[in-house]
């Protein structure tokens, strides 16, 4: 009996969990380039009443008898599903379609990942620098931060399909943003920096929208310098929505709920029955 109360309490934190990564998931519904995550079980150790023995004939039976002591969370998977592209005012937004991400360097000097593209400019010394909405900066193919340099106004930068940069200075043409070095030689013509992971599903999740690799993700691979990738595509003044679907999410919030409420039935029913086997008289 008490083994039935500790399975039904397992699958009671099992379904907790469940719902807490589904509250998640809504709280997330307008975050830009938020994706989905599901909570995945697995069955725990199982305990063995019976092994295989023989009837009453002699005859050795099919099966034994185990029984099994709940469940746990195994994971909690993102679906890197593609999120709708949303029109943004701003010349600075840009959304990925495709399987890449931008990169960003943290304040204590991280890379890390987003495909949040709501992107911002910040003033530095040597011009404007373009950047997340948090101040960390948006990287290139070569990660370096993208300076907007002085006398150009940050908002006529352009932004190809395929992640190129360009700028127009006192009503000329669009040209290149290209990067230099510190004698103000052009070293290369600047892209966004797009990265695309072997499994993204390894990824670790950070603050601010945020990922970092780890081992199972794989290390990141250069759009612009890996062969064989199919590159993704940037569009500008546009922004990538969540993935979230309001009424997935209802459904399985409805499903979690229940299946947390048949557990909490199970822990009574096992508690009544302990009761009534207290209760018993010679």
Known sequence: MVRSLW??????IAQQENVDTIAN????????????????????LYQTLQTRSTNNAGEEKPVGAQVGLGSRTAAITSNFKQGNLTPNESPFAVAIEGDGFFKVRTENGEIQYTRDGNFAVSPVANGTMLCTSDGNPVLDQFNNAIIIPKGVNATTIGIAKDGTITVSANGDDQVNLVQTDANGNPLYNVQLGLVQFNNPAGLEKASGNRYRQT????NPMEESQTAGLTRSATHQSYIEASNVQVADEMVNLIV??????????????SDEMLEQANNLRR
């Open 7 to 12: 399975t039904a309490a397992s699958g009671m």
């Open 25 to 44: 998931n809504l709280a997330n519904l307008n975050t830009t380039g938020y994706k989905t995550e599901t909570a995945e079980f697995k069955s725990l």
């Open 215 to 218: 081992v199972a993700s794989g």
């Open 256 to 269: 979690a709920q229940r299946a947390y409420q048949m557990n909490s039935k199970v822990i009574q029913a």
